[in-house]
């Protein structure tokens, strides 16, 4: 099938043949073949939703607002209380989730999956029976996520590596400080866990500050010792927005040389990594929805265009440089932090695409339209808003 008239960033002419799933050329003045007529839209390669959890969404129950907070750990209590009380399978509400993000454009997902002793392994058996039967509309890879604690909550070290063996891809962790006041034990645990299995992990640190900054010292140490160079993400990394200048400089560099990557959901009141500086100095930063509508917020709705433009609105950027590079953390830097082969719009990668109604990635990101064709392997999947 080729794909004409179609635009690409800059506003010029493009076509794209794909054959077998993949994209075999592409260039302005293409023809032959079966066609399609792009109408005139902006081609951008598919979104990459590089952090999400899939398992705790309460997508298509009914409107719940924040009831918990203030500290991490009340948040924690209460998603227990609220998840024991749910009664719609998680294949249903990730499924209704997983319909929404393709139809947005999303054809690449990394979940964290809750692995915890009140629940065991039931939410990975859940997962991965729902990603055999999205297998061939989304890629989706997992981590085992301890998120009521790892050394605090005996037994769960277990489960995570119950959860390695049944096929979840990388280890994960959470605050070794905050949460389990042993950050050397943590991070000794599941960094010795990730070699076990040849994992890379993801590790959630919310803590702040110089305590938040000390970490990331000891896990790019333990990343270095360990051989993991591009196989570890840090998820929010808030301290590095909270430290000096040549601080932030002195952890970039070591973050960058060991290719550790870092995401961040663009909230808007708490400081985050910056990206701008950190991306200049070699860092791979991608942004990522983290929860929708779950029971810490019911913010979100799965359009990685929205993530994008979150981004973009945090730093006030205006520019066209700046919104490419806020897209790009939703596409190309989000598909290389989570090890994605095969990404991009070039020959010989995979064809997953969309075809949208904007006129530059910039309007893209400020208007974020519902009028989408969604390409994925070669193949028209979701057509402005609706599963084709
Ligand atoms: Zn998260």
Same mark, same amino acid.
């Given at each position: 099938m080729l794909y004409t008239n179609l635009r690409d960033a800059t506003g010029n002419p493009v076509?794209? @043949?794909c054959e077998a799933g993949k994209i075999v050329e592409i260039g302005p003045n293409l023809a032959g073949g079966p066609e399609m007529d792009g109408g005139g839209r902006l081609l951008m390669p598919a979104f990459v939703e590089p952090h999400v959890h899939l398992d705790k969404t309460l997508y298509g129950e009914p409107w719940m607002a924040t009831s918990a907070g203030p500290a991490l750990r009340d948040y924690i209590d209460n998603e227990r209380?609220?998840?024991?009380?749910?009664?719609? #399978?998680?294949?249903?509400?990730?499924?209704?989730?997983? =319909?929404r993000m393709l139809?947005?454009?999303?054809t690449a997902i990394?979940? +964290?999956? $809750?692995v915890a002793p009140d629940i065991g392994v039931k939410h990975v058996e859940a997962m991965l029976e729902l990603r055999a039967v999205w297998r061939d509309r989304i890629d989706m890879q997992f981590v085992a996520f301890p998120q009521t604690?790892?050394?605090?909550?005996?037994?769960?070290?277990?489960?995570?590596?119950?959860? !390695?063996?049944?096929?979840?891809e990388t280890v994960g962790g959470l605050d070794p400080a905050g949460i389990d006041g042993d950050p050397d034990g943590q991070l000794r645990l599941i *960094?010795?866990?990730?070699?076990? *299995?040849?994992?890379?992990?993801?590790?959630?640190? +919310?803590?702040?500050?110089?305590?938040? /900054?000390?970490?990331?010292e000891r896990i790019a140490d333990y990343t270095q010792g360990a051989g993991l160079q591009g196989r570890v993400m840090i998820s929010h990394a808030y301290c590095l927005g909270m430290i000096p200048e040549w601080r932030l400089e002195k952890i970039g560099r070591r973050l960058a040389d060991l290719q550790?990557?870092? !995401?961040?959901?663009? #909230?808007?009141?708490?400081?985050?990594?910056?990206?701008?500086?950190?991306? =200049?100095?070699?860092?791979t930063v991608c942004c990522g929805s983290d929860g929708i509508r779950d029971s810490w917020s019911p913010v979100g709705n799965g359009d990685m265009l929205e993530r994008a433009f979150f981004t973009a609105y945090k730093y006030d950027w205006g520019r066209d440089s700046e919104f490419a590079l806020a897209l790009a953390c939703a596409t190309? +830097?989000?598909?290389?932090?989570?090890?994605?082969?095969?990404?991009?719009?070039?020959?010989?990668?995979?064809?997953? *695409?969309?075809?949208? $109604?904007?006129?530059?990635?910039? $309007? /893209?990101?400020?208007?974020?339209? +519902? /009028? @989408?064709?969604?390409?994925? /392997?070669? @193949?028209?999947?979701?057509?402005?808003?609706?599963?084709?």
């Open positions: 076509a794209l @043949r209380r609220v998840l024991a009380r749910q009664t719609t #399978p998680i294949s249903v509400r990730a499924g209704k989730l997983l =319909e139809c947005y454009g999303t990394r979940s +964290h999956i $809750d604690g790892l050394l605090s909550q005996p037994g769960t070290a277990d489960l995570m590596r119950q959860a !390695m063996t049944m096929g979840v *960094f010795g866990m990730a070699e076990e *299995f040849g994992a890379g992990l993801d590790i959630h640190l +919310h803590d702040k500050g110089e305590l938040g /900054a000390w970490q990331i550790i990557s870092l !995401m961040t959901s663009a #909230p808007a009141e708490t400081p985050i990594p910056p990206v701008q500086p950190l991306t =200049e100095m070699g860092v190309t +830097h989000a598909a290389r932090a989570i090890g994605l082969a095969g990404y991009g719009l070039a020959p010989g990668n995979r064809a997953d *695409f969309l075809m949208i $109604d904007a006129e530059t990635p910039g $309007d /893209a990101l400020c208007r974020r339209p +519902h /009028a @989408r064709r969604v390409v994925r /392997a070669g @193949r028209v999947v979701a057509k402005d808003g609706r599963l084709v």
